[in-house]
């Protein structure tokens, strides 16, 4: 297995791994731990949130690690509780003193909030101010819709480098991939292999003929051929797991190439569902990011 992988050049001209190395719904006693495995397989992006409560999981590896700083490229999100222009620049002290680290290599926001859209585009603007005081390289969203995006680039200065989204085969959200393009935004997937739609009642892409067909045609997994399917369609991705003989299997995908016919035959997997609706009242989920 490799342990070297290419990068995305975001629109900052800071570079990306094409496979990076996600914590959602980790337990803050087994971050650490994962995130160690995870730089001894050979990942160096970790994608990380403040309202995922594991920041400081996060940074704990990153001490014990021999890794440099400058190896490691560490990802975080600022929850919607603390948009706002002032709030966020608080938001992002900190997530760094979680973290343990004086720069953050790409912060973005977590969701659009349509209830208070204003709150959102002062947050942006404090990330704005954070990359031109360099205490962050590049700069991003997660989970907005063209519309939010359009309203956002109208009333800001700076494209975000990334949109993270929910995509995998049965939720491709092709539409929303097109607009990332075209304004050249890098589209992110998470729950790339589809994991998360059992936590919503459906099943995932895992057992799906097609892919269990492609996988032993290649002799690799269906998640390694989903892993592939996204970065040949130029998607960065951010599998999650604890399970060190998975961590392994989601970072081996650098020495296969689907064909074109075998891209086309997962693109037909489709389903249009996505789980995350863009009308959520956030202020209703009482959620707070608690101080460093």
Do not use: C
Request: net charge negative.
């Amino acid at each position: 297995m490799t342990t070297t992988q290419p990068h995305f050049t975001l629109n900052s001209g800071v570079e990306l791994p094409h496979v990076g190395f996600g914590v959602f719904q980790t337990p803050q006693d087994e971050t650490a731990d994962a995130v160690q495995t995870a730089f001894e397989v050979g990942y160096r992006h970790i994608d990380t949130a403040a309202v995922y409560g594991n920041e400081e999981g996060v940074g704990d590896a990153l001490r014990r690690s021999e890794l440099a700083r400058s190896d490691v490229f560490l990802e975080t999100k600022i929850w919607v509780v603390d948009y706002g222009y002032e709030q966020t620049l608080h938001a992002f002290d900190k997530s760094a003193a979680k973290l343990g680290v004086d720069q953050i290599d790409l912060l973005i926001l977590h969701q659009a909030d349509p209830q208070a859209f204003d709150r959102t585009i002062q947050a942006y603007k404090a990330l704005e101010a954070l990359l031109a005081d360099g205490r962050v390289r590049a700069i991003g969203v997660s989970n907005f819709l063209p519309v939010r995006l359009e309203r956002l680039m109208h009333e800001t200065d700076i494209v975000p480098a990334v949109n993270q989204i929910e995509v995998h085969p049965y939720t491709q959200q092709r539409e929303l991939q097109a607009f990332n393009r075209e304004h050249g935004i890098l589209t992110q997937a998470w729950s790339p292999i589809g994991g998360l739609r059992t936590y919503n009642g459906g099943d995932t892409p895992l057992a799906n003929d097609t892919l269990v067909a492609i996988a032993q045609a290649h002799g690799k997994t269906p998640a390694q051929v989903m892993l592939r399917w996204h970065l040949q369609e130029g998607r960065q991705v951010i599998p999650k797991s604890v399970r060190p003989a998975r961590i392994a299997e989601n970072f081996d995908v650098f020495d296969f190439e689907l064909s074109p016919e075998e891209i086309a035959r997962i693109d037909e997997l489709e389903q249009g569902m996505t789980m995350v609706p863009d009308d959520v009242d956030f202020d209703a989920l009482g959620i707070e990011i608690p101080e460093s």
